[in-house]
């Protein structure tokens, strides 16, 4: 196994990472933006607000990408148990 074949398991496995992670905080950031727009228009400044419909939209993204996601990284990971007879070389 050279160098190269790392930094390529390793490029793959970032990308896998941020791939998997972009629904869940893409909507994270969205609903945070929006509950700040409406604090700032309503002047309501309670710091609890922001807290509950971020996570509660947060855990709906993850319940409805997981299969998506289960599908993505059991691809990545028999990619890599396929590879391991070649790594010896």
């Known amino acids: 196994m050279n160098q190269d074949y790392v930094v390529q398991i390793l490029y793959q496995g970032i990308n896998l990472t941020l791939l998997l992670?972009?629904?869940?905080?893409?909507?994270?950031?969205l609903v945070g933006f929006l509950i700040s727009l409406?604090?700032?228009?309503?002047?309501?400044q309670e710091q609890t607000l922001t807290f509950v419909p971020k996570v509660v939209s947060v855990m709906l993204t993850i319940?409805?990408?997981?299969?998506?996601?289960i599908s993505m990284i059991v691809d990545f990971?028999?990619?890599?148990?396929?590879?391991?007879?070649?790594?010896?070389?």
């Open 21 to 29: 992670s972009l629904p869940a905080v893409g909507v994270g950031l």
């Open 38 to 44: 409406f604090q700032a228009v309503t002047q309501i």
């Open 63 to 69: 319940a409805f990408t997981s299969p998506w996601m």
């Open 77 to 89: 990971t028999n990619t890599l148990w396929s590879a391991i007879p070649n790594m010896a070389r």
